[in-house]
């Protein structure tokens, strides 16, 4: 399986010498982790070839649905699990480790995963792959001292999200969540629009 790791470091003005940041130094990263065979895989990863986007709506039977839910809640259990490994001094090769382990011993594939770090902030997106169920998720963690500015970056981004589930239901229209969280002391982030639990 092949793991993503995006590292960006912030630095405040003091902390920038002569002008110019340090450089960061490459960290070490575990080779490719082996996946049992009795684990169920996508059908990407004998093929190498990446899925198409489907180009009409899935419409879902019973067991379908309790599949995408039964993802959805172990993508989120490995997500939090993965929160309580940020620690200084742990690496994301460590937490990626670890993730990778919790997956396989629930029976899932690990479709993707991808730390972005920026320090002293970790967002975890934690993505597995159940009876033919993706399940995708992703969360933000602090790591050592963070700063005011972040802390409330973070409180408002949760209170969004939770103001947009709650108004979430059948018949809902997306464009609702937008109207409901545009306006929250910050910028909203176009580029990270979907996550979701779909088949494959």
């Given at each position: 399986?092949?793991?993503?790791?995006?590292?960006?470091?912030?630095?405040?003005?003091?902390?920038?010498?002569?002008?110019?940041?340090?450089?960061?130094k490459?960290?070490?990263?575990?080779?490719?982790?082996?996946?049992?065979?009795?684990?169920?895989?996508?059908p990407?990863?004998?093929?190498?070839?990446?899925?198409?986007?489907?180009s009409?709506?899935?419409?879902?039977?019973?067991?379908?649905?309790?599949?995408?839910?039964?993802?959805?809640?172990?993508?989120?259990?490995?997500?939090?699990?993965?929160?309580?490994?940020?620690?200084?001094?742990?690496?994301?090769?460590?937490?990626?480790e670890?993730?990778?382990?919790?997956?396989?011993?629930?029976?899932?594939?690990?479709?993707?995963?991808?730390?972005?770090?920026?320090?002293?902030?970790?967002?975890?997106?934690?993505?597995?792959?159940?009876?033919?169920?993706?399940?995708?998720?992703?969360?933000?963690?602090?790591c050592?001292?963070?700063?005011?500015?972040?802390?409330?970056?973070?409180?408002?981004?949760?209170?969004?999200?939770?103001?947009?589930?709650?108004?979430?239901?059948?018949?809902?229209?997306?464009?609702?969540?937008?109207?409901?969280?545009?306006?929250?002391?910050?910028?909203?982030?176009?580029?990270f629009?979907?996550?979701?639990?779909?088949?494959?």
């Amino acid at each position: 399986m092949c793991f993503w790791f995006l590292v960006v470091e912030e630095r405040n003005e003091d902390e920038v010498i002569d002008g110019n940041r340090k450089r960061l130094k490459p960290g070490n990263v575990s080779p490719r982790r082996p996946v049992p065979f009795n684990i169920n895989k996508p059908p990407y990863v004998e093929s190498f070839t990446v899925p198409g986007i489907s180009s009409g709506l899935q419409i879902h039977d019973k067991k379908g649905i309790e599949s995408m839910r039964a993802s959805g809640r172990l993508a989120a259990r490995v997500r939090e699990y993965a929160g309580t490994l940020v620690k200084p001094g742990v690496t994301t090769d460590e937490i990626d480790e670890a993730i990778h382990n919790k997956i396989i011993e629930n029976g899932a594939y690990v479709s993707l995963k991808c730390l972005l770090l920026v320090n002293p902030k970790s967002n975890i997106d934690a993505t597995v792959y159940l009876n033919g169920y993706r399940g995708d998720t992703s969360a933000t963690f602090f790591c050592g001292d963070v700063d005011e500015k972040a802390k409330k970056l973070f409180q408002v981004t949760k209170e969004s999200l939770e103001k947009a589930i709650s108004i979430c239901g059948p018949g809902f229209e997306y464009k609702k969540i937008g109207k409901t969280i545009h306006g929250r002391l910050f910028t909203n982030c176009n580029w990270f629009l979907e996550k979701g639990d779909n088949t494959i």
